[in-house]
């Protein structure tokens, strides 16, 4: 294992120091990143992998409520982008793909940070991150830039693996470092089998991994991580009114996410800054506790992807328009979000700690409700109500992920439901006995109403519908 990945632990990830990126924008969010990632970790959202080893730098494993939150996301990703459009279709490709993919996607040449080595400590850091830094290992803390650093060099940031049992160049495959190549590679396949015409769009959710020198900021930088990407392909004419189109709609997704408009901006990216395929990018940022940073990219992709795998593979994936019997390769706009960017902008967005009127201070992560963990949670005030109560939550869980706790007194359990977000908390007590009827309290406003047990479902079922 290399220095850098061993020996900057991944608790060290989590302290929340600036990206250079955001250099020049002093605007935080107030939250503190310690607090956000203890929590995390104390709920079981998100805790660093392999944590009994010390930890592994730009990993993260999610536990029980973190992967429900991430599941919740890409489902609504999904449902925005594929099943309510006719003209998006999705797909699930391979992590590794033929090599060639990689030189015709410009990522073998080009796909690279530069990186300086410090001769003293043997640290490693990106080369266009390193102004304003403090060397963590220094014993006074100087400057990065006062250190013995060598020469800048470019380090592809590509994972590679071998394939098979004999190792040499041909055998070398590489973790996939966007989602995207397979879908240009399949992008012939896909239009004819799903009988789409251009303009139409491929989405697909999956894994990338990118071997970042400096992982950072929680799971922002992590090495391996998931992404949300669609490629809509259309005609050269259109590419400039598909642009615009994406833009607001995935503005709009993330609006609807139940992010504070005062947290979301877009910011188009300079000429210098485009990267090799680019005609025109967007970045959709957040307002994180380390400053504004991308959490999503809209891009212009133009005709490059589909050129360079057309001259790669020798297949011609060109198009004809029917009507005007013109053959053109397609344009391309892309979509590109990150799941674990944006779960992190949810739990900072959710966060909030409030003084309640008896005087207690109680913690609320206040997602919205279609992205909650738990939609509810199913209390019996007294152990010796347990066993109806079980055959309720029995019934909920068929519907939703229903939580069922009987420890400890009801102020402290529903504490503990505000502090991982579940929106409903529903309490059968000795009355219901009689009236055949439950308590169900709602997270943020506190409000406590009697409901029917068999309207229970309905009630839910409307209000997590009515929210998502
Ligand atoms: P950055 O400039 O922050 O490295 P990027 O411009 O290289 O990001 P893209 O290649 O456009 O990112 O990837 C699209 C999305 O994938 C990003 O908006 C981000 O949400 C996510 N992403 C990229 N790199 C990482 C990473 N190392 N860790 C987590 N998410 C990432």
Not at 239 to 244: D, K, P, R
Request: charged residues 30%; contains cysteine; glycine residues 6%.
């Amino acid at each position: 294992m290399s220095k850098d990945a061993s020996d900057s632990s991944a608790r060290s990830d989590a302290k929340g120091e600036g990206d250079a990126t955001d250099e020049g924008s002093r605007e935080r969010h107030p939250l503190a990143m310690e607090t956000l990632v203890s929590l995390c970790a104390a709920r079981g959202f998100i805790y660093p992998s392999s944590e009994i080893y010390g930890g592994i730098a730009g990993f993260w494993d999610y536990g029980p409520l973190g992967v429900e939150l991430k599941n919740n996301l890409k489902a609504a990703w999904w449902r925005r982008m594929v099943r309510e459009r006719d003209d998006v279709v999705g797909i699930d490709s391979a992590i590794i793909s033929h090599p060639r993919t990689w030189e015709a996607s410009g990522h073998v040449e080009g796909f690279s940070d530069p990186m300086v080595d410090c001769r003293t400590c043997k640290r490693r850091f990106r080369a266009d991150q390193i102004e304003g830094e403090r060397c963590p290992e220094a014993p006074k803390k100087r400057a990065i830039s006062d250190c013995d650093l060598t020469e800048s060099r470019e380090f592809n940031l590509m994972l590679r693996t071998e394939l098979g049992a004999s190792v040499d160049e041909s055998t070398t495959a590489y973790l996939r470092p966007e989602t995207c190549q397979a879908i240009f590679s399949g992008f012939k396949r896909v239009r004819e089998s799903a009988r789409q015409k251009v303009p139409f769009g491929i989405a697909q959710i999956g894994k990338a991994f990118r071997n970042e020198i400096t992982p950072r900021n929680f799971t922002f930088r992590s090495r391996e991580f998931e992404q949300a990407e669609m490629e809509f392909f259309c005609h050269p004419s259109e590419a400039e009114h598909w642009f615009e189109h994406w833009r607001e709609f995935r503005l709009q997704f993330h609006k609807d996410l139940g992010f504070d408009e005062r947290l979301l901006r877009t910011r188009p990216h300079a000429a210098d800054e485009l990267a090799h395929y680019a005609r025109a990018a967007e970045d959709i940022e957040f307002l994180f506790p380390f400053g504004w940073q991308e959490i999503e990219g809209i891009h212009d992709r133009g005709d490059w992807d589909l050129s360079r795998h057309t001259e790669y593979s020798g297949k011609e994936l060109a198009v004809t328009d029917e009507q005007t019997k013109e053959r053109f390769t397609p344009m391309v706009i892309e979509t590109s979000v990150g799941i674990d960017r944006t779960a992190l902008a949810l739990l900072v967005a959710a966060y909030r700690q409030e003084t309640m009127e008896n005087g207690e201070e109680r913690t609320v992560m206040g997602f919205h409700p279609s992205l909650a963990p738990i939609k509810a949670t199913v209390l019996p005030l007294s152990k010796k109500l347990a066993e109806r109560a079980r055959a309720i939550h029995r019934d909920l869980r068929k519907h939703f992920n229903v939580f069922y706790d009987e420890a400890g007194n009801i102020g402290r359990r529903y504490r503990r439901q505000d502090e991982v977000g579940t929106p409903y908390c529903v309490t059968y007590d000795f009355d219901s006995e009689e009236d055949e009827c439950v308590t169900v309290r709602e997270r943020d406003s506190m409000n406590q109403e009697r409901i029917p047990i068999a309207g229970l479902k309905r009630y839910l079922t409307e209000r997590l519908e009515e929210a998502s």
